[in-house]
């Protein structure tokens, strides 16, 4: 693959702006990575990153042992996202993310450490998971701290709303789970409710879930804590 296909592969985003869908182009080699962060794409891109494509994802084609798949979406900086790798290694793990600096920095670490059970894509969710995601063919998926949108007026913008939950859902195997967290307990209370509409759901808790031992805990969580944030967690399982 040559520089222009990698850089131009990864700088193209599709993003949903109302009802029609826009591509943005994002130009890597122009100032925005740095010469070592272009090295990292070009040495690890091929094998731990993949691009989006219109058609199904082949799982065998991303990871060299089968294993149930975990989705991770909005993995950040990718510390959450590497450190499940390595608790739970009987799951393959694929992240989504749209910040570049993160996604790069995850690159790397997932290249150095060599982890053959995490692949990441630089894309909108929404059209990784509509396009790419067969149906009924993930284990779990993990949304940690969605940005909660707190103005009134941008909660329109939130990612869990039941359109979403509903494309989730159809992607879970039955008794597949989607796992979410979040500092924001309005939001948090907003979602277990609006969950109640999805027939495809269950809440075996009811209402929010207890701690979950083998999530880490963030720094974005610790700074949460210290600002004596409620921490909520929510577990919906496929029925």
Same mark, same amino acid.
């Given at each position: 693959?040559? !520089?222009?296909?990698?850089?131009?592969?990864?700088? *193209?985003?599709?993003?949903? @702006?109302?009802? /029609? &869908?826009? =591509?943005?182009?994002?130009?890597?080699?122009?100032?925005?990575?740095?010469?070592?962060?272009?090295?990292?794409?070009?040495?690890?891109?091929?094998?731990?990153?993949?691009?989006?494509?219109?058609?199904?994802?082949?799982?065998?084609?991303?990871?060299?042992?089968?294993?149930?798949?975990?989705?991770?979406?909005?993995?950040?900086?990718?510390?959450?996202?590497?450190?499940?790798?390595?608790?739970?290694?009987?799951?393959?793990?694929?992240?989504?993310?749209?910040?570049?600096?993160?996604?790069?920095?995850?690159?790397?670490?997932?290249?150095? !450490?060599?982890?053959?059970?995490?692949?990441?894509? *630089?894309?909108?969710?929404? @059209?990784?998971? /509509? &396009?790419? =995601?067969?149906?009924?063919?993930?284990?779990?998926?993990?949304?940690?701290?969605?940005?909660?949108?707190?103005?009134?007026?941008?909660?329109?913008?939130?990612?869990?709303?039941?359109?979403?939950?509903?494309?989730?859902?159809?992607?879970?195997?039955?008794?597949?789970?989607?796992?979410?967290?979040?500092?924001?307990?309005?939001?948090?209370?907003?979602?277990?409710?609006?969950?109640?509409?999805?027939?495809?759901?269950?809440?075996?808790?009811?209402?929010?879930?207890?701690?979950?031992?083998?999530?880490?805990?963030?720094?974005?969580?610790?700074?949460?804590?210290?600002?004596?944030?409620?921490?909520?967690?929510?577990?919906? @399982?496929?029925?």
């Amino acid at each position: 693959m040559t !520089d222009e296909e990698l850089f131009d592969g990864l700088g *193209r985003i599709e993003t949903r @702006e109302g009802k /029609e &869908r826009k =591509i943005k182009s994002y130009v890597l080699r122009n100032n925005v990575l740095t010469d070592k962060e272009k090295e990292t794409v070009r040495r690890y891109m091929p094998r731990y990153g993949f691009f989006f494509r219109d058609a199904p994802l082949d799982y065998s084609s991303l990871f060299p042992t089968p294993r149930p798949v975990i989705i991770e979406i909005g993995f950040g900086m990718g510390d959450t996202l590497r450190e499940m790798a390595v608790r739970r290694p009987e799951f393959n793990y694929i992240g989504i993310e749209v910040f570049l600096q993160g996604f790069v920095k995850t690159l790397k670490a997932i290249g150095d !450490d060599d982890m053959d059970n995490v692949r990441i894509i *630089r894309f909108d969710a929404v @059209e990784v998971l /509509e &396009r790419m =995601i067969p149906e009924g063919s993930v284990e779990g998926f993990h949304i940690f701290f969605p940005d909660p949108w707190p103005k009134k007026r941008h909660h329109k913008r939130r990612l869990m709303q039941l359109p979403f939950m509903h494309l989730l859902a159809s992607r879970l195997r039955k008794g597949g789970y989607i796992y979410m967290v979040t500092d924001w307990e309005e939001y948090a209370e907003e979602v277990v409710q609006t969950a109640q509409a999805e027939p495809m759901l269950g809440n075996p808790f009811g209402g929010f879930a207890p701690p979950v031992a083998w999530r880490p805990v963030t720094k974005f969580e610790r700074k949460g804590m210290e600002k004596e944030y409620t921490i909520s967690e929510i577990w919906l @399982e496929r029925q």
